[in-house]
């Protein structure tokens, strides 16, 4: 008799919001149904908690599972069959509507989104501020934010929050940089921030502190109209372009070391990785090097791009050619480097000219006459070469016999720590030596 299934959820939800729905079950025992989705929508267990209860030895118990899902629109969360003690129950449709979030107007505290610049092209920046301001006597226990979600940008955080006072107002702001990656109506969406706040209503206090209550803030919404740029261009804001050449002379096989530099102000990430066509030629290239930084609040910096060129004969290096686009001037401005010829010596010339030097070598060889003459040795001159012979010999063995006769008299004398090391009879008594 005590047997039911109910629903329980929230009437309305904020973009970006979950919707949490409870399935409630009291009897003996008690089956829910599996949930995969709502309209699409994936649904995902959220927690859930059990009681029981026992009167005149029935027992019944009391079953709650917590489901969360994030739609995107408005929803209708369908009745659902419960199965308690062998019966099906099924629960009411309940529906969840989507409203538009209003930012949160207090006198005590402001949550603010902004941007530099509201109508830009595709790839121009724009500096994106999250502003917190509070009364400096709230007491806030702690800040939790939801990160923002730039759909449709590239952004990068510039540096840590930045907190300063004004008035009677504490201010937190944080930054982005942010460069649209398509045209068109873009929006910003509101952010939500929960505030832990000591909760003066209650005079209450726990063993842990005085009580806190949780409050939710949004912000405004921003919507950014986004223009195409100009056909075929990529870049926009203000760029310089240069290039450097090692050589402009080489010797067949030798490498050619080019560079090209772009700097400026601007989406300097959507450069693409420059390539060089060079016919009769092998070109090495490196990944572009790219340096960023921010000036005046101006997003740019460096792309160095290098590249090794081998080459057996005469080549050229083309230009480069990159446009962009100066919103300042409402033109298409051109960078471009130089064209280079290259001079590429052949080594077969080294060869020629060698090849003649050794020709004029063997000509001046077989100029030359030979001539042969003979010379007599005479008897007495036989003789005393034969003496200076022999007594050379006697020295030289008489040397070799006082050299052996000294080794083997020398002895090598012993240093006292060597000996010491000999006379070690035990591993302890040689480690302490």
Not at 148 to 165: I, R, V
Not at 284 to 306: C, F, I, P, R, W
Not at 331 to 346: A, D, G, M
């Amino acid at each position: 008799m005590y047997a039911n299934a109910f629903i329980n959820t929230q009437s309305k939800f904020y973009a970006g919001e979950a919707v949490i729905f409870t399935l409630e079950a009291n009897g003996g025992d008690i089956s829910f149904p599996q949930i995969d989705d709502i309209e699409g929508f994936p649904v995902s267990k959220n927690g859930s908690s059990s009681s029981l209860t026992i009167v005149n030895g029935k027992r019944t118990q009391k079953l709650l599972q917590q489901y969360k899902v994030f739609p995107k629109k408005s929803i209708v969360i369908p009745g659902f069959k419960v199965l308690i003690d062998g019966k099906e129950y099924m629960t009411k449709e309940r529906l969840v509507e989507k409203v538009k979030v209003q930012k949160t107007s207090s006198k005590y505290l402001d949550f603010t989104i902004e941007v530099s610049d509201e109508e830009l092209y595709v790839g121009e920046q724009t500096v994106f501020t999250l502003k917190f301001k509070y009364r400096r006597d709230l007491q806030i226990v702690n800040i939790r934010y939801t990160q923002p979600s730039f759909d449709g940008f590239w952004s990068k955080e510039l540096g840590e929050s930045k907190k300063y006072s004004e008035g009677v107002f504490e201010v937190q702001e944080l930054k982005y940089v942010l460069f649209p990656q398509k045209s068109g109506s873009i929006n910003i969406p509101s952010l939500k921030m929960d505030i832990s706040l000591v909760d003066q209503r209650g005079s209450n206090s726990t063993f842990f502190g005085p009580p806190t209550r949780v409050e939710k803030i949004y912000s405004n919404e921003l919507t950014l109209d986004v223009k195409e740029l100009p056909k075929n261009t990529i870049l926009i804001g203000d760029f310089t372009i240069s290039e450097n050449l090692d050589k402009k002379v080489i010797n067949a096989g030798e490498a050619i070391n080019f560079e090209i530099q772009i700097k400026g102000r601007g989406n300097i990430d959507d450069i693409p990785e420059l390539k060089l066509n060079i016919a009769n030629a092998t070109v090495y290239d490196n990944k572009a090097l790219k340096t960023y930084d921010m000036v005046d609040e101006k997003y740019g910096g460096t792309y160095k791009k290098s590249y090794s060129i081998v080459a057996n004969e005469n080549i050229t290096i083309p230009s480069v050619v990159l446009n962009y686009f100066d919103k300042k001037q409402n033109i298409v401005k051109e960078l471009k480097t130089k064209e280079y010829k290259i001079e590429v010596k052949k080594i077969v010339q080294d060869k020629v000219q060698l090849y003649k030097q050794e020709n004029d070598i063997n000509a001046k060889v077989s100029n030359i006459k030979e001539e042969i003459k003979i010379i007599e040795t005479t008897d007495n001159q036989k003789l005393l070469y034969f003496f200076f012979g022999l007594i050379t010999a006697i020295l030289l063995c008489a040397l070799l016999f006082y050299i052996l006769n000294v080794k083997t008299k020398s002895k090598q004398e012993e240093l006292p720590l060597e000996k010491e090391i000999k006379q070690a009879k035990s591993e302890n008594e040689l480690l302490n030596i």
